[in-house]
């Protein structure tokens, strides 16, 4: 069902997100992270308005192939019963990576437990590289960055050519139709709280009714993205904290909300990537923080 997350609801998604914490607490990601990001490459051909990309720190870094090995050998020491996400991105568009796929089949072979999710802006997704990914196991899901129906806001929002774009969805949906994509194709608008997050939604059911939908609501990056209108930091944990992000110069950041990495919390360029999960002060906000208000740089989050 296409769904829209208010960015002005709290007081039932607080109760629910606050016991998905608590049965994180009691479970193997206490130890192992329930999700890696890795970002491989560090560029995107958009530049979007609400994302930290256009003055990224790290732009165009690549991390080496030696050092995608490593972080991938080390993520072997993972129970093989526990499953857990992995992005192979950050900031960026990892369909620019020529070694992509590489990457993905790396991932199946080393971490069959995996469940890979991608996200892209969809531009660089020709439909030679979309047969590809029906060769890759366990992807839970492809994420289309798309953010306006509209083509003035669209081309505002995000830089890029709208017609280019709908080219593309054109082709994955008509692919998607014929029964050759396995898994959930979803349009994603990062909401501003206005008509146009439900107009949004109306518009992918009716243009493209095969695929899923979603708004969510903005964030400032720990404030490094200045001038969005978003809400109050909520008084709750944060469920990221059971997470890695990865930055393509092999800095961890503090989280996926962390994008210039201003808060790193280890590198794994010298550093076993679970010793930096497992970290003291990291792994003392999975064991007994309550509230994200009470520890910096997370009371500068608003991301739920």
């Known amino acids: 069902m296409p769904k829209v997350i208010s960015p002005y609801r709290y007081d039932k998604e607080k109760a629910e997100y606050d016991a998905g914490i608590a ?137 890029l050519n709208y017609q280019r774009t709908i080219q593309r969805l054109e082709m994955m949906h008509d692919v998607f139709a014929d029964g050759d994509v396995y898994f959930p194709i979803v349009l994603s608008r990062v909401g501003d709280g206005s008509q146009a997050d439900q107009e949004f939604v109306e518009w992918v059911g009716i243009q493209y009714p095969l695929f899923k939908s979603c708004v969510i609501p903005r964030m400032e990056w720990m404030g490094q993205v200045e001038g969005l209108t978003v809400n109050p930091v909520p008084n709750v944990g944060c469920i990221r904290w059971f997470e890695l992000s990865i930055t393509a110069t092999g800095e961890v950041a503090h989280c996926c909300a962390d994008g210039q990495a201003e808060f790193p919390i280890g590198n794994v360029n010298d550093q076993h990537v679970l010793e930096i999960y497992n970290s003291p002060e990291y792994r003392k906000l999975r064991e007994a923080t309550v509230s994200r208000l009470s520890v910096h740089p997370c009371n500068k989050c608003t991301y739920m």
């Open 23 to 159: 049965k994180l607490r009691h479970s193997y990601c206490m130890d192992y992270p329930a999700h890696v990001h890795l970002e491989t490459l560090a560029r995107c051909n958009a530049s979007c308005n609400f994302c930290p990309y256009p003055n990224l720190n790290r732009q165009h870094a690549k991390m080496s192939d030696a050092l995608i090995d490593k972080v991938l050998n080390e993520l072997t020491e993972i129970p093989q019963d526990m499953s857990f996400q992995i992005s192979p991105f950050k900031v960026s568009e990892p369909f620019l990576d020529t070694r992509l796929f590489q990457t993905l089949e790396k991932i199946n072979h080393l971490l069959p437990q995996a469940r890979i999710c991608l996200t892209s802006n969809a531009t660089p997704i020709t439909e030679d590289k979309l047969e590809a990914l029906q060769e890759i196991k366990d992807i839970r899901y492809l994420w289309i960055s798309f953010n306006d129906h509209r083509e003035k806001e669209y081309e505002r929002v995000m830089g």
